[in-house]
């Protein structure tokens, strides 16, 4: 497993706009019936990850203007909650995930959610805005919910929801931010 310092990985010169799959109307990737969208690369590279495939990022096919279209028209069922963004590593994929997160919010507002899984956490996000990453500041500030943290073999647990390992933890990313620090989803926050 690795991990970089504030700023050394960044999706303007990793990222390939690649993506692993698509995986419309699925119950496993977070709350509620979802589409997910897995994208290529990461330079993680958990020992025991599940999606070791998509550690490259030339793996998979280009994102076009007809997946973003297939996409955009899946999450307007209304029986979608929402969007789930796995990988790979989405904050290095950042031209891709974005470009989704746009159009779904242009379209439906905050009506449905998006939830993204990353080996980066919380902390380590926030030096990376302080690096000046504002294409990850900027996908942080459209999520509502993040699993953070790298997988950990030795922490793996089958019986959590929506992550692997119990070093990830499940952010509410609005109340995150507000507070300036991690706050898990559920977790009430004392002003």
Not at 6 to 17: E, H, K, Y
Not at 97 to 117: I, M, N, P, T
Not at 144 to 152: P, Q, S
Request: charged fraction near 30%.
């Amino acid at each position: 497993m690795r991990s970089p310092a504030p700023g050394q990985w960044r999706a303007s010169s990793l990222g390939r706009g690649r993506v692993a799959d698509y995986k419309p109307f699925v119950m496993v990737d977070g709350e509620g019936v979802r589409c997910a969208l897995y994208v290529s690369g990461c330079p993680f590279a958990c020992e025991g990850c599940f999606n070791e495939a998509a550690w490259s990022f030339r793996y998979g096919a280009p994102f076009d203007d007809d997946l973003a279209d297939r996409i955009a028209e899946d999450l307007a069922h209304e029986a979608v909650q929402g969007l789930s963004l796995l990988g790979g590593e989405p904050f290095l994929n950042t031209d891709v995930c974005l470009r989704v997160v746009r159009r779904l919010r242009s379209e439906h507002g905050r009506r449905k959610d998006v939830w993204c899984w990353s080996g980066y956490t919380f902390d380590e996000l926030l030096a990376e805005v302080d690096a000046g990453q504002h294409d990850k500041e900027e996908l942080l500030s459209q999520l509502d919910v993040l699993v953070d943290g790298r997988f950990e073999l030795a922490e793996r647990d089958l019986t959590l929801a929506f992550r692997g390992s119990r070093n990830q933890r499940v952010l509410d990313v609005p109340a995150s931010l507000a507070a300036g620090g991690a706050v898990l989803r559920g977790e009430r926050v004392v002003a």
